[in-house]
């Protein structure tokens, strides 16, 4: 391998007692280089945009655990490319072992302090699991759990990483995507949104939708995804999968920073799945493989590969009744991309973004009157409060539509791209390894996938009785 890739190849293995040494971890103080990656069984191209950014507290080596093939090979060369690009080269220093006991290697040696995973969702919550054991802070790729029997080894995890004083943690980029921050922003101001409404499951007061597509391009390049992505069994299904952060941004939207009890305060209403057909020719495209593996010819039908990675969700959070659906398509119409659409519903106006063709599929949001509002004063009051919004983003603006609504205009400069909120998730989570996670991230990711593996077994139950 070329580059500032480092390929180790050992073969001698420490004895598996060694994962059993309790050696105390300085606090972490923000110096540089005191975090040391680790990065397991990478396989799905997250792990790398995790290092698309570099980051002072973050020494440059890090230490890959995975088996060989070409998950671990596409992982090593999307790093590779940010080593080598013109604008901003990273300098990581990729240090590889691929024994079959990669896992047990890993938990022996303890190189590292922070271990990344983001692949095969079947396994990762053993990873997790065993990770914290060791003593070991924990970045993980969504979802951290695929089905009921991972959630209970996930409840668990959080229990492990409390008594060893280390850190669990999911990547939630859409967080930091701009409209989403401006939607949450303007919700909490009362003159412009005024109250939240409660909904019904016929009309929720909250509606989240995402739509993906299985063949796209990452970091410039044609997006390779293993067979196994097409595997519910491995990576899950759709309802268990992207729906993570769209409950996530329910939470983190309408109830900021407040602790959700997902024993108490969620009731789940509804829930179904369906497929998404692929045939051989677009499998063959997307993955480079000229067959289906034996694993998927369960899901085969007419020759073709039945792929249940769609799904919605209706349910009640505190009182407010909420839907979340994803779609996946095998790629998108020419000029678009992923899309999301979101509309938070108050008793003053709908907080709505779009991100269709109108939109150039770029997302805009749109603050839109509720009917029998006083238009006129309304404006008055959105005019003067979102000032402060201003003053907090400086440049957003706002634009009148022919309809009598109004466009939150946003500058480009607030549009860093989905591949870079992986930076900053990134660097909150260093920020968190200095002052611990803010008490309700911990109940908030459990309510998070105590809902969708619930989903799941309902929106199951409902096919099996068809």
Not at 122 to 136: C, E, F
Not at 380 to 386: H, Q, Y
């Amino acid at each position: 391998m070329k580059g500032n890739l480092i390929i180790t190849m050992v073969v001698v293995g420490l004895l598996a007692s060694c994962a059993e040494k309790k050696t105390k971890e300085e606090p972490f103080t923000g110096k540089a280089g005191e975090v040391r990656l680790i990065t397991l069984d990478p396989g799905h191209f997250h792990a790398a945009l995790v290092q698309k950014s570099s980051y002072p507290q973050v020494a440059k080596d890090v230490y890959v655990y995975a088996p060989e093939g070409d998950d671990l090979k596409e992982h090593l060369k999307k790093v590779e490319a940010y080593n080598k690009r013109e604008d901003s080269p990273t300098s990581w220093q990729e240090i590889v072992y691929t024994g079959p006991d990669f896992l047990e290697k890993m938990l022996a040696e303890k190189k590292g302090n922070v271990m990344v995973t983001a692949g095969n969702n079947g396994k990762k919550t053993t990873y997790i699991q065993k990770t914290l054991a060791a003593g070991i802070h924990v970045l993980a790729d969504k979802p951290m759990a695929i089905n009921k029997a991972n959630f209970e080894i996930l409840q668990q995890c959080f229990e492990v990483a409390a008594e060893k004083g280390v850190l669990l943690y999911d990547i939630m980029t859409e967080r930091y995507e701009i409209s989403t921050i401006l939607q949450r922003e303007l919700s909490l101001i009362p003159a412009i949104y005024g109250e939240q409404t409660q909904g019904t499951p016929e009309d929720p007061a909250i509606v989240k939708e995402s739509v993906h597509h299985f063949f796209k391009t990452v970091s410039g390049n044609p997006l390779i995804r293993p067979a196994w992505f097409f595997d519910v069994e491995q990576q899950g299904e759709g309802v268990v999968d992207v729906t993570t952060h769209l409950v996530d941004l329910i939470q983190w939207e309408a109830f900021p920073e407040q602790i959700i009890d997902y024993q108490k305060d969620i009731e789940l209403l509804d829930a179904n799945h369906w497929t998404t057909p692929v045939d051989l020719a677009q499998f063959k495209e997307v993955t480079g493989l000229n067959a289906y593996p034996d694993y998927l010819k369960k899901d085969i039908k007419d020759d073709v590969l039945q792929v249940y990675a769609n799904g919605d969700i209706v349910y009640k959070i505190k009182g407010v009744c909420a839907k979340v659906s994803v779609i996946w398509n095998y790629t998108f119409p020419e000029g678009g991309g992923d899309t999301h659409y979101s509309v938070m519903k108050g008793s003053k106006t709908n907080l709505v973004i779009r991100q269709g063709e109108e939109q150039g599929y770029r997302p805009e949001l749109y603050v839109e009157a509720v009917a029998g509002v006083d238009v006129k004063a309304l404006e008055n009051e959105l005019l003067l409060s979102f000032e402060a919004v201003s003053d907090k983003y400086p440049g957003v603006s706002l634009e009148k539509t022919s309809e009598g609504n109004w466009h939150v205009i946003i500058p480009q400069s607030y549009r860093v791209g989905h591949e870079a909120h992986f930076g900053q998730v990134t660097e909150n989570f260093l920020h968190y390894l200095q002052k611990g996670l803010p008490e309700w991230e911990v109940p908030n990711m459990l309510t998070k996938y105590a809902i969708t593996t619930n989903a799941l077994e309902m929106a199951k139950a409902k096919t099996q009785m068809k």
